[in-house]
């Protein structure tokens, strides 16, 4: 799967079938602190991304 | 769409936005705040947490006819950051219909804020929130305000407390945060105080609020960054530990006796209230360019 990074930089982990929250955790990011899409579509951290999905992370950013 | 991981309760968009709705009402109820009738000064910095605040209190206002609003936005006078907030600022407020005020700390102070902190820029942050609260009382007092309400988030809060505790500062730990305005400075109130930042940034994008925002380059300097990065790492791996944070700060003002009394003199420069011979920002800019502003 392709993962987008708040930093605009492109990973691609090879897994497939997996939760959102354990893409986050081979990427050392907190859930806490990301908004993700999946093919352009907000999901929650459990939902499972498939090994052909466009993962993005956005990082929602401090002071308001 | 979302997790909401407090409660395990899983939250599609529309309910997420009816539940953030939902919560900052029934936390400005809880505080009483802002009065009816009321002039309220928006913090509008043109970040995700006062745009989203300016898009609820406008709706507020709308259905209950009985709120003024006027945003007013500080422009500190960060180079490379503070232009594009403004720019969305100007455009939120315009996009609302509700009149905008902007001053900046070299009208208001004599100094740009990258001025104030040459050489200390390990202190920006703390520096700049002196200032900040400093323009943000002397534009609303010139605006007619009788309230100010700002976005701070329930990340912002326990940032907050986790500071306290990490600096020592026992007087702002067993200070009720809930107290209503302490002597001359306007009453605030915090809407989104309850609410996660993860849910304020999500209702921006379910409301189609704001596009991604360049990101304060003092940010690296400050304690908040370490305290935020604690208590998000704690927040994971413990759900709710933002909420209890901030739940037991207040229930421990609230438990010591009397709690701590607010300032009771007044600054000699300005006039604002101060617990010392000059309040803390008229102490920062003493000896600089300042051009002090009398409220009385």
Known sequence: MRVELPDGSVRTLDADGIPVEEVL?????????????????????????????????VRISHGG | MYLQRATGRHLCAGHLAEEVEGRVRETMAADGMPPRGSRVAVALSGGKDSTVLLSLLHGIARESGGLDLV?????????????????????????????????????????????VVEGQEHRACSLCGVLRRKALTILARDEGADCIATG??????????????????????????????????????????????????????????????????????????????????????????????????????????????????????????????????????DGRSFRPVRHR
């Open chain 1, 25 to 57: 955790a081979r990427l050392g990011v907190n859930p806490v602190e990301v908004i993700v899409t999946r093919n352009g579509s907000l999901v929650p951290e459990d939902a499972v991304a498939a090994g052909d999905d466009e993962i993005r992370l």
């Open chain 2, 152 to 285: 701070h988030n329930l990340d912002d809060e326990a940032q907050s407390v986790l500071m306290n505790w990490l600096r020592g500062d026992q007087d702002r730990l067993l200070r009720d945060p809930l107290q209503p305005g302490q002597g001359g400075f306007l009453p605030r109130f915090k809407p989104l105080r309850e609410i996660p930042e993860k849910e304020v940034a999500l209702y921006g994008v379910i409301a189609g609020l704001f596009s991604p925002m360049p990101e304060c380059p003092y940010r690296h300097t400050a304690l908040r960054g370490e305290a935020r990065a604690m208590l998000n790492a704690m927040e994971q791996r413990f759900p709710g530990t933002l909420e209890r944070v901030v739940q037991g700060q207040r229930t421990l003002a609230r438990g010591a006796a009397g709690g701590i009394p607010a300032p009771v003199g007044s600054c000699a420069r300005c006039g604002d209230p101060a617990s010392d011979h000059l309040c803390q920002a008229c102490r920062l800019l």
């Open chain 2, 71 to 115: 945003a007013i936005t500080v422009d500190e006078g960060i180079a490379g950051y503070r232009e594009e907030t403004l720019r969305a600022a100007t455009a939120t407020a315009a996009r609302f219909g509700v009149p905008h005020r902007t001053g900046s700390f070299a009208d208001l102070f004599g100094e740009t804020l990258d001025r």
